[in-house]
């Protein structure tokens, strides 16, 4: 009589194999992430395209200008952030997201991209 890890090794194979089977297309499909060389950048266009803004933890809370506001699209973020929505100054916010290092997104207007303003240091989320 078998044990029951004699029949649970082929069978956890064949799901590695399975697993590992994934079309290279696929896996590629996703716009590759591109890198930002200050704390944050932000883009108009979604996949990291159009018009760049970036901004460094120095510059504290800084209106990310009118072509930005209320139309960035996509994002990475190499430090932490606060993305703020304001008001009618700039320290009325009505609502804030923290971006961590390593946060991005390709699609980021249906999200926060549409409201967001202002970028501060993520101590002020």
Same mark, same amino acid.
């Given at each position: 009589?078998r044990s029951r890890y004699s029949l649970l090794v082929p069978a956890l194979m064949a799901g590695a194999l399975?697993?590992?089977?994934?079309?290279a297309s696929a896996a590629s499909s996703a716009p590759a992430v591109p890198p930002c060389h200050a704390h944050?950048?932000?883009?108009?266009?979604?996949?990291?395209?159009?018009?760049?803004?970036?901004?460094?933890? +120095?510059?504290?809370?800084?209106?990310?200008?009118?072509?930005?506001?209320? !139309? *960035?699209?996509?994002?990475? @973020?190499? $430090?932490?952030?606060?993305?703020?929505?304001?008001?009618?100054?700039?320290?009325?916010?009505?609502?804030?997201?923290?971006?961590? +290092?390593?946060?991005?997104?390709?699609?980021?207007?249906?999200?926060?991209? !549409? *409201?967001?303003?202002?970028? @501060?240091? $993520?101590?002020?989320?």
């Open positions: 009589m399975a697993v590992s089977a994934v079309p944050v950048c932000l883009w108009t266009g979604n996949n990291y395209t159009g018009s760049v803004f970036t901004w460094w933890e +120095a510059d504290g809370n800084k209106f990310i200008g009118s072509k930005h506001a209320d !139309k *960035v699209r996509s994002f990475v @973020a190499t $430090s932490g952030a606060c993305f703020v929505d304001t008001g009618s100054t700039p320290w009325e916010w009505r609502a804030v997201r923290r971006a961590s +290092a390593g946060h991005y997104s390709s699609n980021y207007y249906n999200r926060f991209g !549409k *409201v967001m303003d202002r970028i @501060a240091p $993520s101590r002020y989320c």
